[in-house]
């Protein structure tokens, strides 16, 4: 291998790794693949470690952004909050560590960072400071009403988080705000991956070396003043994360093409994934994004070790989202009741299913090896 393949290879790898990013278990990431098209990556943590767990961004022009939504890490009702949350995106959450608290008990909330303190502990980490601030909030806003008007509060909340009219203007937004960053990027990757390489196998790398890093600066340049320009103004507050990868990519060229990962992750944080997936993924992805939430909700993962109190501001978080999500996707025209029927048996030696995640089964009965605690259905049943 030549040293200008070789210099190439360590470019190309420095920037994959640039193109995954790491994000919260129970997040769900949007990842935009040329030529446009949007995917729902739910993360799971055997590509991560601890919490989090590791994404992949589409790596070829045209470079797209990364959204990264997630609900709430934490379950309400008009009684209590609890920091259990029975939904899960990807793998289950740790149980034991659950903790409910009455709204009557409650003396002091606030946010610090992307922590809800409450009473001076930490009750729930959200994925943005925005969304502690808000859930702070109202959080607040419930202590102070008495239990028979917390219910529509709560609702009202809930549904801010589906308001895809809002959404859809965020959106346009962030597209307008970003414009020339995106350009930039795509002409960065442009120049580092197809025209240096080119140059070099026409001229060689040793004559071409110093006109190479003219070219890099006078995209690389360019590309990192308008990261900083629609980071400020997309995120004011953040101007320690602003400066820290405007060093990294300082040094680093590829890297800098993925800027418009950096300023897009949390533009859409405070919506729900569901209305998300509604505005930006194709209607199939959509409809298995919804199938599988509104499944999680009706057959949830069975955790051991969880209070009364727990089990019962769960419930009633679960049925009312439940009902929510259900209104918000007949709404935009989804048929739901389809959306939930059982899955088709194959053959004669498919004996049940999971309602969950409706895999099928040659078992007559059991549970789901991969729904922790979830029964299976046999198909006699539903037939009869
Ligand atoms: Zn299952």
Redo the contacts with the bound molecule.
Sequence with gaps: MSDAQQFLLVLILFYVCDCISQIGLGSVAFVAWPPWRWRVVMPRNTWGRGNSALVFAGPLPPLGSLFVTSPWPLSLSPQAISSHVSLSFGPPRDAQTSRVIPIDAINKVESSDVEIMINGNVFAVCATPDLASELAELITRLRELPEQEREPVIATALSSSLDTRHLHAEYAHFLQRSRGLRISCNLLWCYIFLLCPLLTWHYGFLWMFVPLVLGVLFFHVPTLVLFSMTHRRLHPEDSTGRRAYFLKSLLCPPMAIRALDVVSKQVLARFHPLAVAQCLCPHQSTTEFARGLLLDLRYPLVHDGLSAEIKEVDQWYRDRTGDLFRAFLEEGGMDVESLLCPPAQLDKSSRSY?P??R?IYTLVNGT?T??RG?ELVPFDTVSQ
Excluded: A
Aim: glycine share 0%.
């Design positions: 999971c969950r995640c895999c789901c991969d729904c979830v």
